[in-house]
T-cell receptor, first 112, second 111 residues
């Protein structure tokens, strides 16, 4: 059974550009969350979606947005990229009410 | 009140020794406390988790000790192996709400 898959694995963007990151949850999981992990720190919560509705938002600017599709996959969009957006972006899926969160391997975003 | 404080920042243990990582939280409403293991370039992998109604949980070489009154919990890795060398994160959450992570502990196990 496939785990959480994220694409792309690595990405290099220029300041001011836009980026879209993708996540496919574990089959049967309806909840997807996004986290940002800066080098040397713990992951920071960005968004949570359940059944295509936003259920939580972390302390990130409006340049960050996300959505969840009918097949429960998700996209994270970041506009007007800043150097400080360089990080590992992690997607986690949960099976509805279960609290166990399973993470993908992440997308390494580098902004130059 | 949403912070989870983790210590030590780094830990060096000899093979066969016991690795101990500690975490403290402030929000007494937290009801789920997982530990994650992360290797370089990989996403965090769930190791073991505990709820506040239990004082200890053991899975193989990994044990969580939970002290509700002190608002502290710790991870013990028995018989530490070089393959355990990784960064470990504690976390806390309210049911299916967001996970609040600690700052991480880099564990190195030498043969």
């Amino acid at each position: 059974d496939a785990g959480v898959t994220q694409s792309p694995t690595h990405l290099i963007k220029t300041r001011g550009q836009h980026v879209t990151l993708r996540c496919s949850p574990i089959s049967g999981h309806k909840s997807v969350s996004w986290y940002q992990q800066v080098l040397g720190q713990g992951p920071q919560f960005i968004f949570q979606y359940y059944e295509k509705e936003e259920r939580g938002r972390g302390n990130f600017p409006d340049r960050f947005s996300a959505r969840q599709f009918p097949n429960y996959s998700s996209e994270l969009n970041v506009n007007a990229l800043l150097l400080g957006d360089s990080a590992l972006y992690l997607c986690a899926s949960r099976q509805g009410a279960s609290t166990e969160a399973f993470f993908g391997q992440g997308t390494r975003l580098t902004v130059v | 009140q949403q912070q989870v404080k983790q210590s030590p920042q780094s830990l060096i243990v000899q093979k066969g020794g016991i690795s101990i990582i500690n975490c403290a939280y402030e929000n007494t409403a937290f009801d789920y406390f997982p530990w994650y293991q992360q290797f370089p370039g990989k996403g965090p992998a769930l190791l073991i988790a505990i709820r506040p109604d239990v004082s200890e949980k053991k899975e193989g070489r990994f044990t969580i000790s939970f002290n509700k009154s002190a608002k502290q919990f710790s991870l013990h890795i028995m018989d530490s192996q070089p393959g355990d060398s990784a960064t470990y994160f504690c976390a806390a959450s309210l049911r299916t709400d967001k996970l609040i992570f600690g700052t991480g502990t880099r564990l190195q196990v030498f043969p």
